[in-house]
């Protein structure tokens, strides 16, 4: 079959639950991710055989509202591909753009790194192998901790996990260059603002928190910041636009210094970076 006539017809599919640019670019990704069909292939309209019934099945389920990179069991994060599987998040650009800002201002050689609510270990992971750091990575979840660790393992990155509840417990980390975290952050009250296939398909816990309390994992990692992190040593945030000048005021009374927001590629508040 001719490659662009399987994606022009993968694209118009997948229009039934996406609009007509984001369905191309996914169907991309899926036809790469499934099928081996490089985007040279697609557009020089190379033949070749395809496995039919497995890109028929992948699209029903995306119609179904499941995301392209469980269906595939593949995201892509820093010119890397990373295994995925539902249970885990799903890594978003974004948080592409925390690690880039970290790695820009960092220069230490062998930075020490902890890495709060590990997930499919995408910020670990790239950070130990960007920086050749020494990186822990701490999550809640077992399914979380699974996938990262295979994820190090395939990627051949030297990283250390373990089970830990930042709410509740210590890292028993010290003398950190590097602290980061990506943690919940989406209000209960947005919950109707986020797209079904997330609402249906990721983790409750790793994308919400409550409305009386939405930076309590701010403040909760800002203070093991305090206990674990050398003097001079970083701590990094993922957060949600509208919590920027909350996050940086929070830090500050944790007696943080140089705490600054950062915005995204689409303009919005999306990091915070500080100096213990």
């Known amino acids: 079959m001719d490659a662009r006539q399987i994606w022009e017809e993968t694209s118009k599919q997948l229009e039934k639950v996406y609009a007509r640019r984001e369905a191309e670019n996914i169907s991309y990704l899926l036809l790469e991710d499934l099928l081996m069909l490089r985007k040279g292939d697609i557009l020089t309209g190379m033949r070749k055989d395809i496995k039919e019934k497995a890109l028929s099945e992948a699209i029903e389920r995306m119609l179904q509202n499941e995301p392209l990179q469980y269906v595939t069991g593949i995201v892509h994060f820093y010119g890397r591909k990373f295994k995925i599987k539902k249970g885990v998040l799903i890594p978003r650009p974004e948080t592409e753009e925390l690690v880039d800002l970290i790695i820009k201002e960092n220069n230490i050689i062998e930075p020490k790194i902890l890495d709060v609510g ?67 952050y989406i209000p209960e009250s947005d919950r109707h603002k986020v797209h079904a296939n997330v609402l249906d398909n990721e983790p409750d816990a790793a994308l919400f928190v409550s409305d009386e309390a939405p930076l309590i994992f701010y403040k909760r990692i800002g203070e093991e910041g305090k206990r674990c992190l050398k003097t001079g040593g ?3 945030f993922e957060i949600h636009e509208q919590y920027g000048t909350e996050v940086k005021n929070l830090l500050e009374t944790l007696d943080y210094r140089q705490v600054s927001v950062h915005k995204d590629m689409q303009g919005k508040d999306r990091m915070v970076s500080a100096i213990n």
């Open 234 to 236: 970083k701590l990094y």
């Open 118 to 184: 590990v997930g499919s270990g995408c910020i670990g992971i790239t950070l130990a192998l960007e920086t050749k750091g020494k990186v822990t990575g701490t999550d809640i979840s077992e399914d979380a901790l699974s996938v990262a660790s295979a994820n190090a393992s395939l990627l051949e990155a030297s990283i250390i996990f373990k089970k830990n509840d930042i709410l509740y417990e210590e890292s028993g980390e010290k003398q950190l260059d590097i602290l980061v975290s990506n943690p919940p």
